[in-house]
């Protein structure tokens, strides 16, 4: 519901459905959430400031763009809670080297943090790619889904690493060749949701699930569905990108899918493959 929404805003506006918006050469994202619905039990408030700054950041560093300049709005029900919020947005502006240059500060009755990041981009990068390219990522999901439904378990160290993911993402990965790169995308909302995105008149045949061996023997061990651990998570922060397939494919990165001339499916093991990833407003 909430994309399908979002779908018919921006044709109303005129506006390209993509992560960030350009104007010249300049790109700026907007990015936020609420406590309620978006603050894990295992997060400080320093914690869920760190997040919006690096779920913003992520948008704009998977389409190659330099950020500039970082605005924050912050919406609390007492003022330590804001104070922690932005000492954690603070800690991020340090961390990711971001000028973080001030925004707003507002009572409610829960906490909410939005994003505002600009940049500069060498290019424009949409999200749908062409017929013959590669898709490449870091292998690197299903731990967050572990660490949803695992964290009071976070001594096993799988449970671990999924649950510093959520904690404080990094979204600080290396680039690709930016001649190679035809369309790109972050995970926010889970890998399905990111194929089932990218797969606008093209169709995208997955090859191998891209995670690790940790995740695999996590999941055997506890009878878990690897599949839907790995398309089905969300926030993992991680990187798909679309490339020409002459480019080579390096680590720490994996070729996992693959791109055909298409309807607009995503296939696995010759099937539609059934997660569409996180949404809001499910039950409007």
């Known amino acids: 519901m909430e994309k399908d929404f979002l779908r018919r805003l921006l044709q109303e506006l005129g506006a390209e459905e993509n992560d960030v918006v350009y104007t010249d050469d300049l790109v700026v994202k907007v990015d ?12 400080t408030w320093k914690d869920f400031g760190w997040k919006n700054v690096a779920s913003a950041l992520s948008d704009l560093r998977v389409k190659f763009a330099e950020p500039l300049l970082m605005l924050v709005s912050v919406t609390a029900p007492f003022m330590d809670v804001a104070e922690e919020i932005i000492e954690g947005v603070k800690e991020a502006a340090r961390r990711f080297s971001l000028r973080y240059a001030g925004g707003d500060l507002n009572e409610g009755i829960e906490a909410v943090v939005d994003v505002v990041m600009v940049g500069r ?44 993911m959520l904690k404080r993402p990094e979204p600080i990965w290396p680039l690709p060749l930016l001649e190679c790169v035809t369309a790109s995308m972050d995970s926010s909302d889970g890998l399905a949701d990111v194929l089932w995105t990218m797969a606008k008149g093209v169709d995208i045949v997955v090859t191998q699930l ?10 055997e061990d506890r009878q878990l569905d690897l599949e839907e651990l790995v398309f089905n998570g969300g926030e993992e922060y991680l990187p798909v990108f679309a490339i020409r397939p002459n480019c080579e494919v390096r680590p720490p990165y994996v070729a996992f899918a693959e791109v055909r001339p298409g309807q607009g499916n995503v296939w696995w093991r010759d099937k539609p493959l059934p997660w569409r990833g996180w949404s809001y407003f499910r039950r409007g």
């Open 32 to 43: 936020g959430s609420a406590s309620t619905t978006s603050k894990l039990p295992f997060q």
């Open 121 to 164: 981009a060498p290019a424009k990068i949409g999200r749908v790619p062409n017929p013959g390219d590669l898709l490449i990522t870091i292998p690197h999901f299903g731990y967050t889904s572990i660490a949803y439904k695992f964290w009071p378990a976070a001594a096993h160290p799988t449970v671990k690493r999924g649950v510093e």
């Open 210 to 219: 891209p995670t690790t061996d940790d995740v695999e023997a996590f999941a």
